[in-house]
């Protein structure tokens, strides 16, 4: 299964609504995971299930989606979040990642 | 303090063969499916083998299959992962992850080392 990104880069400023959509190859139902990683760090889950916030993750980061098409969104930009953000399906073996969305600073 | 630590990474040469370790601590690893992730110098995330608590059920990337081999050492804690026949495209940083299922599905990895280099050159 594949899974495409879009956009895969942004530029963004503090506080601006963010939206980043992965869209899969076929169904994958709900099984779907959003990971975000900074330079030199483990990814970190932020969402799974497609719509289900890891525990910890700041409310302002949601998911929604099912069947092939997913979106990341957050409500409203902090400093912290500028980062690469990756889709991953577990909906079957081999488990895949998107090519991942980088999130700078405009 | 519930972690993974990976070791073992290093500098090996093309056709060479290398061995990755995960150490698990703070959780019931036995009871868990692990993970082995890679991410090549500025690329993204490649899902390289997984194994189920018991090592019933163990999955391959096509990239790796017949040239690594993922195991566990459950009274050890440990994960590993043998990479044989190594090429200069397995430069990774190799990350082990902890994997999480409900209802009975793989739903998300959702504990992550900090991830080992391995590095495939002349």
């Known amino acids: 299964i594949q899974l495409t990104q879009s956009p895969s880069s942004l530029s963004a400023s503090v506080g601006d609504r963010v939206t980043i959509t992965c869209r899969a190859s076929?169904?994958?139902?709900?099984?779907l995971a959003w990971y975000q990683q900074k330079p030199g760090k483990a990814p970190k889950l932020l969402i799974y299930?497609?719509?289900t916030l890891q525990s910890g993750v700041p409310s302002r980061f949601s998911g929604s989606g099912s069947g092939a098409d997913f979106t990341l969104t957050i409500s409203s930009l902090q400093p912290e979040d500028f980062a690469t953000y990756y889709c991953?399906?577990?909906?079957?073996?081999?488990?895949?990642f998107g090519p991942g969305t980088k999130v700078d600073i405009k | 303090e519930v972690q993974v630590v990976e070791s073992g990474g290093g500098l090996v040469k093309p056709g060479g063969s290398l061995g990755l370790s995960c150490a698990a601590s703070?959780?019931?690893?036995?009871?868990?499916?692990m993970n082995w992730v890679r991410q090549a110098p500025g690329k993204g995330l490649e899902w390289v083998s997984s194994?189920?608590?018991?090592?019933?059920?163990?999955y391959y990337a096509d990239s790796v299959k017949g040239r690594f081999t993922i195991s566990r050492d459950n009274a050890k804690n440990s994960l590993y992962l043998q990479m044989n026949s190594l090429r200069a495209e397995d430069t990774a940083v190799y990350y082990c992850?902890?994997?999480?299922?409900?209802?009975?599905?793989?739903?998300?990895?959702?504990?992550w080392g900090q991830g080992t280099l391995v590095t495939v050159s002349s």
């Open positions: 992850a902890r994997v999480r299922f409900e209802d009975g599905h793989y739903i998300r990895d959702d504990l």
């Open positions: 703070g959780f019931t690893f036995s009871s868990h499916t």
């Open positions: 194994i189920s608590s018991s090592s019933t059920y163990i």
């Open positions: 076929q169904g994958i139902s709900s099984y």
């Open positions: 299930a497609a719509s």
């Open positions: 991953q399906q577990v909906n079957s073996y081999p488990v895949t």
